[in-house]
Nanobody, 114 residues
C-alpha cells in the first residue's frame, strides 16, 4: 500500500528556515503529482503547494508564495518543501499528499515562535 512518511518538522524562530521531506513507497512516484498541505489548530486543512510528476510545474498558496519551494527527486522517491522566512502563522501540521491515490502521510509539526 501507499506509504508517505514526512520528516524535518520542528520548532524555530520567526525568520528561520526548515526543509520538510516526504519519503514515498508503494506508489509509482515519478508519474504522480504530489502536494503539501497543512492544518493549523482549529482550522481546515489547506493546500500549501503542489508539483507535477516531472517537477516542471508548481502551484503555491498565496500566503507562502515567494517563501516556500516545493521540489522532488524522482530517483529517490522524495518530495521536499523548503520553507524560508517562516512566520508564526505558518505553525501547523504539514502533510504530504498523493492526489491520485488520495493518500496522506502522518504529518509533521512545524512551530514558529515570534
Amino acid at each position: 500500500q501507499v506509504q508517505l512518511v514526512e520528516s524535518g518538522g520542528g520548532s524555530v524562530q520567526a525568520g528561520e528556515s526548515l526543509r520538510l521531506s516526504c519519503a514515498a513507497s508503494g506508489i509509482s512516484f515519478s508519474i504522480n503529482s504530489m502536494a503539501w498541505h497543512r492544518q493549523a489548530p482549529g482550522k481546515q486543512r489547506e493546500l500549501v503547494a503542489s508539483i507535477t510528476s516531472g517537477g516542471s510545474s508548481t502551484v503555491y498558496a498565496p500566503s507562502v508564495k515567494g517563501r516556500f519551494t516545493i521540489s522532488r527527486d524522482n530517483t529517490k522517491n522524495l518530495l521536499y518543501l523548503q520553507m524560508r522566512s517562516l512566520k508564526p502563522e505558518d505553525t501547523a501540521v504539514y502533510y504530504c499528499y498523493a492526489p491520485s491515490m488520495r493518500s496522506w502521510g502522518q504529518g509533521t509539526q512545524v512551530t514558529v515562535s515570534s
